[in-house]
């Protein structure tokens, strides 16, 4: 059998509990080769979510990309955080996040920019979990140098399902919509937004896959576990104890976008008024607008093959 060329990635990421599943799932796929990773403050901040990072890294013990500190400040808001979907700590509060190793030296936003200046033109692809914060610094100090991404698939905006953190926002839009502003008005080449949307409807786990998964492995129980948090919320949101895994989504979907259902290219708008419906992202689905940013929405992946792709990549590999 022919050897199959790995993506090479460069991940970007607040790790929280759902990031933490999102990139375990990477770390063992033999089709992707992690670079490195940037870390913003988004769930938590990004000290924190490097500890939570490097926590993952240790439990899959697969190999280990560097992992750099990037922005912890907002490009203009107040940092805020998601305690109520992800504990404290990011992970639960379950005391597991291991605190004995630091990040690597090196700011996480000049190595994005080195590593694409040191890779050939359009052969590394951005993924990106939490808000756009360091996408938008790294836009600001090297426009030249980020146009060498190949592609940029994003776990951000929602669609019809409406917001998970007002009535009109996605979380990582409104943690920072100045940065998701910036972004889409840079216009990549190749650039997916994965909206919360995708991690909905048939999409999420319920008692019985959650209880699957936790039977799978040692890592497909600790991912189950530290979303404890989250659990509870959507206890109180949908009724049932359910998951709604948004970054395992969109990683999922970055990884192997022949699985992604519903995906179209749209003209977009952010909305930056202070108020009620900042960080609310309109999409033209009517096609009005004749100019403007324009990126692919995703709202619907084959779930089969999603739900097939945590239980091969969540397994246990002894």
Same mark, same amino acid.
């Given at each position: 059998?022919?050897?199959?060329?790995?993506?090479?990635?460069?991940?970007?990421? =607040?790790?929280?509990?759902?990031?933490?599943?999102?990139?375990?799932?990477?770390?063992?796929?033999?089709?992707?080769?992690?670079?490195?990773?940037?870390?913003?403050?988004?769930?938590?901040?990004? @000290?924190?979510?490097?500890?939570?990072? $490097?926590?993952?890294?240790?439990?899959?013990?697969?190999?280990?990309?560097?992992?750099?500190?990037?922005?912890?400040? /907002?490009?203009?808001?107040?940092?805020?955080?998601?305690?109520?979907?992800?504990?404290?700590?990011? /992970?639960?509060?379950?005391?597991?996040?291991?605190?004995?190793?630091?990040?690597?030296?090196?700011?996480?936003?000049?190595?994005?920019?080195?590593?694409?200046?040191?890779?050939?033109?359009?052969?590394?692809?951005?993924?990106?979990?939490?808000?756009?914060?360091?996408?938008?610094?790294?836009?600001?100090?090297?426009?030249?140098?980020?146009?060498?991404?190949?592609?940029?698939?994003?776990?951000?905006?929602?669609?019809?399902?409406?917001?998970?953190?007002?009535?009109?926002?996605?979380?990582?839009?409104?943690?920072?919509?100045?940065?998701?502003?910036?972004?889409?008005?840079?216009?990549?080449?190749?650039?997916?937004?994965?909206?919360?949307?995708?991690?909905?409807? =048939?999409?999420?786990?319920?008692?019985?896959?959650?209880?699957?998964?936790?039977? $799978?492995?040692?890592?497909?129980?600790?991912? /189950?576990?530290?979303?404890?948090? $989250?659990?509870?919320?959507?206890?109180?949101?949908?009724?049932?104890?359910?998951?709604? /895994?948004?970054?395992?989504?969109?990683?999922?979907?970055?990884?192997?976008?022949?699985?992604?259902?519903?995906?179209?290219?749209? !003209?977009?708008?952010?909305?930056?008024?202070?108020?009620? @419906?900042?960080?609310?992202?309109?999409?033209?689905?009517?096609?009005?607008?004749?100019?403007?940013?324009?990126?692919?929405?995703?709202?619907?992946?084959?779930?089969?093959?999603?739900?097939?792709?945590? !239980?091969?990549?969540?397994?246990?590999?002894?």
């Amino acid at each position: 059998m022919a050897d199959v060329k790995k993506r090479r990635v460069i991940i970007d990421t =607040d790790c929280g509990s759902d990031d933490a599943m999102a990139i375990a799932m990477a770390l063992n796929d033999e089709e992707c080769e992690i670079l490195m990773f940037s870390i913003v403050s988004g769930n938590v901040r990004s @000290r924190q979510a490097a500890y939570n990072l $490097l926590t993952v890294l240790k439990k899959c013990d697969r190999y280990y990309p560097p992992v750099y500190l990037g922005c912890d400040d /907002m490009l203009k808001r107040d940092f805020v955080g998601a305690e109520d979907t992800h504990g404290k700590d990011g /992970m639960g509060d379950l005391d597991l996040v291991d605190y004995s190793r630091e990040p690597d030296a090196g700011d996480g936003v000049d190595m994005i920019l080195k590593t694409l200046t040191e890779n050939e033109d359009h052969s590394i692809e951005l993924i990106t979990l939490g808000p756009l914060t360091n996408i938008a610094m790294a836009i600001r100090k090297d426009a030249e140098t980020m146009r060498r991404v190949k592609s940029v698939t994003a776990m951000a905006v929602t669609d019809a399902a409406g917001g998970n953190v007002t009535d009109y926002a996605e979380f990582n839009i409104w943690a920072d919509a100045e940065a998701f502003k910036e972004v889409i008005d840079f216009g990549f080449e190749d650039i997916t937004f994965v909206a919360w949307d995708a991690s909905l409807g =048939d999409a999420v786990l319920r008692e019985a896959d959650i209880e699957e998964i936790r039977g $799978l492995s040692d890592l497909g129980k600790f991912c /189950m576990d530290i979303n404890v948090t $989250l659990m509870g919320l959507n206890r109180a949101r949908f009724h049932e104890d359910i998951l709604d /895994m948004a970054d395992p989504a969109a990683m999922f979907a970055a990884l192997h976008p022949e699985y992604m259902e519903e995906c179209e290219e749209y !003209h977009l708008d952010v909305d930056l008024t202070e108020g009620e @419906r900042y960080g609310y992202v309109f999409i033209d689905h009517e096609h009005k607008m004749k100019d403007g940013p324009k990126a692919k929405i995703c709202t619907k992946l084959n779930v089969d093959a999603y739900k097939r792709y945590i !239980h091969e990549h969540l397994k246990d590999r002894s």
